[in-house]
Nanobody, 126 residues
Framework: VQLQASGGGLVQAGDSLRLSCAAS????????MGWFRQAPGKEREFVAA????????NYADFAKGRFTISRNNSENTVYLQLNSLKPDDTAVYYC????????????????????WGQGTLVTVSS
């Protein structure tokens, strides 16, 4: 699976962005999808994940109520809607695909994902 993330940019605090991750290769709907982010000097952290069936989603505490993950299996694309952005949200955002079971503890760990996109930079100014 090849993943291509896009949609990042420079915005002001309070603005919104929608990130996209287009997948190609093996059957996209066999994979759970996740979004992670990495700020300068910090470790990569979990943002959100969605099961292949779209029936389950999970969010980091900082993302709840502001970010929304969704996917369109017919278009092989997963989205991350970012609302009410804050300067602390500044980071490179990565999408990732996981083959295998979907469980809250598993999908939060970067090491449990099989494929990664190249990342898209989100910069939020105050």
């Amino acid at each position: 699976v090849q993943l291509q993330a896009s949609g990042g940019g420079l915005v002001q605090a309070g603005d919104s962005l929608r990130l996209s991750c287009a997948a190609s290769g093996r059957s996209f709907n066999n994979y759970a999808m996740g979004w992670f982010r990495q700020a300068p000097g910090k470790e990569r952290e979990f943002v959100a994940a969605i099961s292949w069936s779209v029936t389950s989603t999970n969010y980091a505490d900082f993302a709840k109520g502001r970010f929304t993950i969704s996917r369109n299996n017919s278009e092989n694309t997963v989205y991350l809607q970012l609302n009410s952005l804050k300067p602390d949200d500044t980071a490179v955002y990565y999408c990732a695909a996981r083959a295998g079971s979907y469980a809250a503890a598993i999908i939060r760990e970067p090491s449990n994902y099989n494929y990664w996109g190249q990342g898209t930079l989100v910069t939020v100014s105050s």
